[in-house]
């Protein structure tokens, strides 16, 4: 009786949150002028439209789904997550669709206005002052609790169709067809679990597109020397400052195989890099995208010094709302040791003027010396 009545449970919660997808609308796919770069048309896909303002809505949708249709959740038992905040957002939304309690374990460090957004959704946090242990305080709470560890950084690559389903692959070739080049020719994307990556890198190799696929990786983080060696053993003491992407330890859902090229980004030009684009766009954006435009620059000076010319898409993965007292906070830039002026000034440089940027990027898969 009781398997009959989960079993029922479970299809319902499956018709939730395919009613909750069948409401929402696409992302947006905002083209962002590249004077600097004649030929190279830039975009970036805004996945801060998204009901919980951010890319791991996608995420969470696929976690829930896979969780259930594996059996894994059960009504009334918490779900459990290991979070730096914006897939706690999203999975603690899911969450309270099926009347389930959610528990974020995220970092000590995690902004406030993130910890808000997941309490808005009814979910709690469980704040860790060691990044690196929020994997095994996860793993007890969800011992202790009877609860389901979600684990992103596991199944994110899994649990996502990467062939069709309207993903993000998917999406951005749909809204790219009555553009001048509807092929992109380079895909970009930061990594933080590494399922957007693995989504991007398979769909398009399943759908024969040309396109390559760049990953710009954050500075405290070990995805681009795991992706140069291959040393899965690589571990770091500190988690990265740009939050929802890089990692201290190789996580199962990074794929390096389905990436094409690399390039290590220091903070202070991904947080340079967020100012400019939040100035072109009229809105704040968060610390990820601007990791992502100067991956996009990299790229784009890459495709001029070849003599190449078509589309760029980076992906814009969250609001820089949910950043105002950290990477918006003048105190707090200053107290980190950010200077940001004169690095937004080479930043609009480069993409206005095709002025390289004054910083030697490590990069691999390029052509050039890392």
């Known amino acids: ?126 704040l860790v002052q060691d990044p690196t242990q ?26 996502t169709d990467w062939r069709a389903n309207n993903n993000i692959a998917e999406s951005i070739f749909q809204q790219l067809r009555c553009e001048r080049y509807p092929e992109p020719a380079w895909l970009v994307s930061s990594p933080g679990t590494g399922g957007t990556l693995a989504t991007l890198g398979r769909y ?33 003491a500190c988690g990265s400052r740009i939050e929802g992407i890089g990692r201290p330890r190789v996580e199962a859902s990074f794929l390096p195989s389905v990436i094409d090229a690399m390039c290590k980004v220091p903070d202070a030009w991904s947080l340079a890099a967020m100012q400019y684009l939040a100035q072109r766009l009229g809105r704040r954006v968060g610390g990820s995208s601007g990791t992502n435009l100067i991956g996009a620059l990299r790229v784009a000076q890459h495709m001029q010094a070849a003599g190449e010319s078509g589309s760029v898409v980076a992906i814009l993965c969250d609001s820089g709302e949910r950043y105002a007292t950290t990477y918006y906070d003048d105190h707090w830039l200053h107290s980190h040791g950010f200077a940001l002026a004169p690095l937004t000034a080479a930043v609009a440089n480069c993409a206005e003027r095709g002025v390289a940027l004054p910083v030697e990027l490590a990069t691999a898969g390029l052509g050039e010396q890392a």
């Open 204 to 236: 398009v190799r399943y759908r024969q597109h040309g396109t390559r696929v760049f990953c710009a990786d954050a500075e405290r983080s070990v995805f681009f020397d795991y992706y140069r060696n291959g040393d899965a053993s690589l571990t770091l």
């Open 1 to 126: 009786m009781t398997m009959i009545c989960s079993r029922t449970w479970a299809r319902e919660a499956v018709r939730i949150i395919e009613a909750d997808f069948q409401r929402s609308a696409d992302t947006h796919l905002i083209p962002l002028a590249l004077p600097g770069f004649p030929g190279v048309e830039l975009y970036f896909k805004d996945e801060s439209s998204h009901p919980t303002g951010s890319l791991k809505h996608r995420l969470a949708r696929s976690l829930f789904l896979y969780a259930l249709c594996n059996g894994w959740l059960k009504p009334g038992a918490p779900v459990i997550e290991a979070s730096s905040g914006s897939t706690a957002i999203s999975e603690a939304y899911f969450a309270r669709l099926l009347g389930l309690p959610f528990i974020a374990v995220m970092p000590a460090t995690t902004s406030q206005e993130k910890i808000a957004q997941i309490a808005f959704y009814g979910g709690q946090s469980h």
């Open 134 to 159: 929020i994997y095994a305080e996860s793993e007890r709470l969800a011992r202790e609790t009877g609860g389901h560890f979600m684990d992103q950084f596991t199944y994110a690559e899994r649990a």
